[in-house]
């Protein structure tokens, strides 16, 4: 018995479309990150990138559970003296919720070049229109 080790060129990739309406972040930053890495493919191979693409639309639309909205902060350094910023989730996703989504799925990859390629296939949306008709995207439903 041979273990099987997928090769770079041979990964055929899908693209996915996912809605974030009422989903927690966290657990759709879970399933959207696994799905980006190849975990849910039985050809996974952990030092190479079989993901497939996922479009995330409705972002606008996602759900933090229990007090997060107020209590949690997204924390970021400008590389100034003194320059650690915070904004609020409140704020955050009623201003930049693609920008919440993307960092969250961001923080569940790997922290390397295959992380940073793994990324690059995440497509993120506020609103339900996306500009990626022309690869026709599955829906996925993922609760």
């Known amino acids: 018995m041979k273990t099987y080790m997928a090769k770079p060129a041979q990964v055929e990739r899908k693209w996915y479309v996912v809605d974030a309406t009422g989903v927690p972040l966290g657990r759709l ?24 693409f996922v479009i995330v639309v409705n972002t606008d639309k ?8 107020d209590d949690k902060y997204y924390r970021y350094h400008t590389g100034y003296i003194g320059g650690l ?10 201003e930049k919720s693609d920008v919440a989504v993307y960092e969250a799925v961001r923080g569940m990859l790997p922290k390397n070049s ?30």
């Open 29 to 52: 930053a879970s399933k959207v990150a696994a799905i980006l890495r190849g975990k849910n493919k039985p050809t996974f191979t952990p030092n190479v990138d079989t993901g497939d």
């Open 62 to 69: 996602v759900a933090l559970t229990g007090k997060k909205l």
């Open 85 to 94: 910023k915070e904004v609020s989730y409140k704020k955050m996703i009623a």
């Open 114 to 143: 295959l992380g940073r390629d793994m990324i690059k296939k995440l497509k993120v949306f506020k609103g339900a229109k996306h500009n990626h008709e022309a690869q026709q995207p599955v829906e996925l439903k993922l609760f």
